[in-house]
């Protein structure tokens, strides 16, 4: 099962504050133990929604609205991806990071779509389209 781990923005990474010296050394530590258990995918920090788009869709209608957001809309300033056994496993690998953010902070586990998740509308033909795709993304990193 692949997790989607999202550390949520405050008004401290929104404004671009950094973190210091010690916490990028703690989190680094826990990313190498992540890594070393062969559960991390991915991870990376996000700028700050000032720097950020969202475009809006309604019907054939696209709008670009420029950052920045507000904070208390749930935003986003980093991730990781966990590929582990069970959501529970997801959960003690999160229990276990440092405080991202210092004071408070907020990380959402969200499990990530599989192939078999979508049934039969995933047809023979579609599944194929999707490792061709897979084929290509892993043959460029």
Known sequence: MRFMILLKADKHSEAGAMPDRQ????????????????VLLGGEGLHPTANAARVLFSGNRREV????????ENLVSGFWILQVKSREEAIDWVKRCPNPLGETAEIEIRRIFEAEDFGE????ELRAQEQRLREQLSSRH
């Open 23 to 38: 916490l990028i050394a703690d989190m680094g530590r826990y990313n190498e133990e992540l890594a070393r258990a062969g």
């Open 65 to 72: 609205v420029e950052g920045p957001f507000n904070p208390e």
């Open 121 to 124: 509308e995933f047809t023979p």
